[in-house]
């Protein structure tokens, strides 16, 4: 069938082009707005070092390296529930190989990462076999055993107590701004390197995995295999923001990594949009920074919080990034009219 | 260990949660079948219909047969007039659902702190002697418990399986587009299981709120266990749910009777997890 | 005459149904062989074993001389054997030409870490994987329509796209899963051109269908079968004759009518 013989059948050529999802084209555009992002980013606390506002801030970047690490995992085609569990496994490891093994802080970071890698090989070759809901069942299951395991293990993990005193990762970073500039810059890393895989040839093999398995299968792309080492490295980077987490909150609550927190980085990302990266990141800024700042009593926030996400979500099921794509269809929409 | 007295309490703790659960897992897996919505407020209703049961029976003093059927009949009711603001948008999309719902859940229970307060009550027991059934000594309470219970979960299978809209409802939670064709008024349909559902959330919230104690965060639990009751027992399957309920049920009073509840939750989840990476379209489910 | 593909004795049960039984076949190089027979003899299954999305339950395949019985789909794309799909053949949401990138995925992927950092290799992959599918679309005249999202063309292109996508792959064999159904007979005869010219380029084609006059107007062999079972092999004219074949598609009244 082509085009030509269309025409000859006075079949109508169809006009509408979709702007594809590799976003070819527009790099210049995305090259100055990433350059103003970053200037607002390092530039903000030296206006307003307000510590509040930093602590925001810093609550901000660091679930962003859980938002985008999930957001990885969403763009195989899984939604894991238990994202926060990975969180806090890198926690406990990164805490125990700094205060009970003596290892420096960027060890004690590996190792957290390691831990949460190792736990994701181990269960991803068996888990990442199933589809959809099932999917989410076994993690939201998995998950619920891992935050067990920190509550009974008493000797390793000091069970419902938590872990307390911990120490900061560095002198340097023990005020508000070194742990916020301390934290943006590894997090900047982590997403950065998201970003990376995204707009590699390795983004377009885990896209076509998600929206026809099949058919990228028998194009060569080896599934499985992709699916394991996406599944390690999302849940690595979320054993990364565990130990950055322990180190700047100073204390470990094991009750902090249940299915409540894995949903609400799903949330980030279904509220932000599932499939771009800017998704999660903007729905990490409207997840952690919106009830902050909506003054007044507390339980009245969650209310209004509560009603804007049913809001958001009945408006715009595709996500926040929809208004980036909508406003974009307009613009186009009005210069070609134009012509 | 083991005496049958033991046993005994066991097996009716066993039936009571059961009844709990199953109420809860119906409700549930009716509207992921029928409208493909995964109900993340679920519990958050059961939750009201505690309160409201508390309210008619412990505070206005009605007798308990009218208290327990008003209480969740009027949040049920409460759920008809959230329909159009709430859930109308999410009919037949999954995962917006479980995430606007979720506001829904995030917004209800919040509103519960406020109006409620953060402190746990408890519901009078209606009855406060005991009953002797062989080596049972049964609380008279939890004996009404469960006939409530068992009575409305006949009504519901006889409603399923001898009404028209029965009928119709098993059909929508099948193949929610055959039963569009077949004429079957879909917008009826999910007015009606929404009441219903929510209706059993509301009774079980109640059921429990009697059994334990109340607080708006009570529902955190029953949401989290008709979660994994309906994926076992295949999402969207009824008798699924019913089996999944029962299961689950008599599985926790056992094992955390004689084992604790850490060790309970562990072996579930753990039974879980195995059973769906051997059999993920659960107990009853149809593989896809 | 090489032979490029071989299927010895396959067998597939599903719980106590025979799906495929003893069922064996050969494709040599450059050529066109169909598999047909009525719905619900077993062509699907056929496929599936043979393009690796089912292990088989007895009998071997072997491909190029080698054993890829128990190969996964992705290796066996490797190797050169790939296949179109009848329903989500395609990318809905992307444009033709993504559709062809993702296709050509061999041709594009240097490995994970080669791929993230783009290394030299992985940019040379990529500027041969541009001019591949260039000249694919070229080569099939889908230029005009290379911006166009997939899901919004109508069907018979669509198919034509699984097509190219398989190609993408720069295969020695495709499998192509009822490629003409629901088409038009224009668009059917289209399909027939592009097989052909498709052979052109040097790659052999099994094509499962059940018209029986698309398969024997285009196909050098034809394999017949009816409840998994082999009913005959052979050049389409003689297969056509033979009785059983007859029964099996027009009933025995018809069959016993015809007799001759």
Not at chain 2, 228 to 233: D, N, P, S
Request: proline share 4%; net charge positive; charged share 15%.
């Amino acid at each position: 069938m082509t085009a030509s013989i269309m025409r000859k059948m006075d079949i109508p050529v169809p006009k509408v082009a979709l702007s594809s999802a590799t976003g070819e084209g527009r790099g210049g555009w995305r090259l100055s707005a990433l350059l103003v992002l970053a200037v607002f980013l390092v530039g903000w606390p030296l206006l307003l070092p307000n510590p509040f506002f930093l602590t925001v801030g810093t609550l901000i970047a660091l679930n962003a390296i859980g938002a985008a690490s999930l957001h990885l995992i969403i763009r195989t085609g899984h939604i894991s529930l238990a994202h926060a569990a990975f969180v806090g496994v890198g926690a406990y490891a990164c805490v125990l190989s700094v205060m009970t093994l003596g290892l420096p802080y960027w060890v004690g970071l590996l190792m957290g990462a390691g831990a949460s890698g190792s736990l994701a090989l181990i269960i991803g070759p068996i888990v990442l076999r199933l589809t959809g809901k099932y999917f989410v069942l076994v993690t939201f299951l998995l998950g619920e055993i891992i935050r067990m395991v920190f509550v009974e293990w008493v000797p390793v993990t000091g069970g419902s107590n938590g872990i307390f005193g911990i120490p900061t990762a560095h002198p340097i970073v023990s005020t508000p701004h070194g742990q916020y500039y301390f934290v943006l810059a590894i997090a900047a890393l982590c997403i950065g390197l998201c970003a990376c895989i995204l707009s590699s040839q390795i983004g377009r093999a885990m896209d076509a995995m998600r929206e026809a398995e099949q058919v990228a299968e028998c194009a060569g792309v080896p599934v499985i295999r992709l699916k394991v080492t996406i599944f390690v490295l999302a849940c690595g980077l979320a054993g990364v923001q565990g130990g950055l987490l322990a180190h700047f909150l100073r204390y470990i609550d094991p009750t902090a990594f249940g299915w409540v927190e894995s949903l609400n980085l799903v949330v980030m990302n279904v509220i932000g949009g599932m499939f771009h990266l800017a998704g999660p990141l903007i729905g990490t800024v409207f997840l952690v920074a919106f009830p902050e700042f909506l003054r007044g009593y507390v339980e009245l926030q969650r209310v209004i919080f509560g009603i804007s996400i049913i809001v958001v979500m009945a408006a715009l099921p595709g996500g926040m990034v929809e208004i980036g794509a909508r406003t974009r269809d307009i613009i186009a929409g009005a210069r070609g009219r134009k012509r | 260990m083991f005496t049958s007295a033991i046993l005994a309490q066991v097996i009716l703790n066993g039936v009571c949660l059961s009844a709990i659960y199953v109420l809860v897992a119906l409700g549930f897996t009716l509207l992921f079948g029928i409208m493909k919505i995964v109900n993340f407020a679920h519990g958050a209703f059961a939750m009201l219909g505690g309160y409201a049961l508390y309210y008619l029976y412990a505070e206005f003093r009605l007798p308990y047969p009218a208290a327990i059927l008003l209480a969740s009949v009027g949040v049920a009711a409460c759920a008809l007039v959230l329909e159009p603001l709430v859930f109308r948008w999410f009919y037949q999309k999954m995962f917006q659902s479980m995430i606007g719902l979720l506001g829904l859940n995030m917004a209800i229970v919040f509103t519960g702190v406020i109006v409620f307060d953060v402190y746990e009550r408890s519901i009078p027991p209606v009855f406060s002697g005991v009953v002797r059934l062989g080596p049972l000594i049964a609380p008279t309470d939890r004996l009404l418990i469960v006939g409530i219970a068992a009575a409305v979960l006949a009504a519901f299978w006889a409603f399923m399986t001898r009404t028209r809209y029965g009928l119709a409802m098993r059909a929508a939670a099948q193949d929610v587009e055959t039963a569009e064709t077949q004429g079957i008024d879909t917008r009826v349909i999910y007015l009606l299981a929404l009441f219903i559902s929510i209706f059993m959330a509301a009774l079980a919230g109640g059921i429990y709120a009697q059994t334990y104690a109340l607080s708006p965060f009570m529902g955190d639990r029953p949401l989290m266990v008709a979660f994994i009751v309906v994926i076992l027992g295949g999402m969207g399957s009824i008798p699924g749910a019913a089996l999944g309920g029962i299961l689950f049920g008599f599985a926790e009073s056992f094992l955390s009777t004689f084992y604790g509840s850490a060790v309970s939750s562990f072996v579930s989840f753990g039974v879980v997890i195995a059973l769906l990476i051997v059999r993920p379209w659960g107990l009853l489910g149809t593989p896809e | 005459m090489s032979t490029l593909l071989q299927v010895e004795a396959l067998g597939r049960t599903f719980g106590g149904i025979k799906a495929v039984s003893n069922l064996s076949f050969s494709v040599t190089k450059g050529q066109i062989l169909g598999l047909i027979g009525p719905n619900g003899a077993g062509k699907t299954t056929v496929v599936n074993l043979v393009s690796g999305a089912m292990t088989p339950s007895s009998g071997r395949i072997l491909f190029a001389g080698e054993d890829v019985t128990r190969l996964p789909p992705h290796k066996r794309a490797r190797k050169g054997l790939v296949r179109t799909f009848q329903s989500t053949a395609v990318y809905s949401n992307q444009t033709v030409r993504e559709n062809a990138y993702r296709g050509a995925f061999l041709k594009l992927y240097p490995g994970f870490v080669a791929a993230l950092v783009r290394t030299p290799t992985a940019r040379r992959m990529e500027g041969e994987a541009a001019e591949l599918v260039q000249q694919l679309l070229e080569w099939l005249d889908l230029e005009d329509v290379a911006d166009i999202t997939a899901g919004s063309l109508p069907y018979g292109f669509q198919k034509t796209l699984g097509i190219v996508i398989a190609l993408a792959a720069e295969p020695q064999l495709i499998l192509l899963d009822e490629p003409v159904a629901g088409l038009s007979a224009e668009e059917t005869d289209h399909v027939r051109d592009t097989v052909l010219r498709v052979r052109e380029r040097g790659v052999s084609v099994v094509v499962i269908d059940h018209n029986m006059r698309f398969i024997s107007g285009l196909c050098d062999s034809v394999v017949v079968i009816a409840h998994g079972q082999e009913l005959a092999q052979g050049k389409p004219q003689e297969v056509l004759r033979n009785q059983a074949v007859i029964e099996a598609y027009l009933g025995t009244g018809y069959a016993a009518a015809h007799a001759h």
